[in-house]
């Protein structure tokens, strides 16, 4: 009767181990999901961002365009770094280092073509007096404002993501359910250099 109540009481115990590995498996699993979406939907605002800068360009290289003997290199460089940057496709499922690299490449090629555009035009003071050119750059900066803040919070869910499924017991689930570490936004190389300034 006695190794009853023993055999009874081992069993009980690796019931409950048993319950409790599978309820935190499945926590930890919902946990994964929950998160993963965060970054889906994180990744959908800064897409969207991009592409709000990317529908404006069209209508600033045109008013641009409207003033004589504008730089024609400069607004070709510009709508071809649009296309190059429209032309990458990113799947919010594969969202993997290499892939997050290859849009901040194409993102970054476009905000300098922008940046010499806007340099560009200080040259011209017809174009800085049209009310449409100062609106459109308006919007741009505020929409590099956005695209910012949007990197930003992609960034940090992101870094939730990736320390959930990288922390243990969690990096089991993880690794059984083939869940992957993502990439992130990163400062650009030439951000990491203070600019020289003379007078």
Request: hydrophobic share 45%; charged share 20%.
């Amino acid at each position: 009767m006695k190794w009853l109540f023993i055999g009874l009481g081992v069993l009980a115990l690796f019931a409950v181990v048993g319950l409790s590995i599978f309820f935190y498996g499945k926590s930890a699993a919902n946990n994964i999901v929950a998160k993963d979406e965060t970054v889906k939907a994180k990744w959908g605002a800064v897409q969207s961002q991009y592409q709000r800068r990317a529908d404006l360009i069209p209508n600033l290289v045109a008013t641009v365009k409207g003033v004589a003997n504008f730089e024609k290199s400069t607004l070709v460089e510009v709508t071809d770094a649009r296309a190059r940057a429209t032309s990458i496709q990113v799947d919010p499922t594969k969202l993997d280092p290499a892939t997050i690299q290859k849009y901040q490449a194409a993102q970054g090629q476009l905000s300098t073509a922008l940046s010499r555009l806007l340099v560009a035009s200080e040259r011209y003071p017809d174009l800085k007096a049209n009310q449409n050119f100062s609106d459109l750059q308006a919007e741009l900066e505020g929409t590099e404002n956005r695209i910012s803040v949007a990197r930003m919070d992609f960034n940090t869910s992101v870094q939730d993501y990736n320390t959930y499924i990288r922390s243990w017991p969690a990096s089991i689930v993880a690794k059984n359910d083939g869940y992957a570490v993502k990439g992130s936004f990163e400062a650009d190389a030439a951000s990491q250099n203070a600019p020289k300034v003379s007078f």
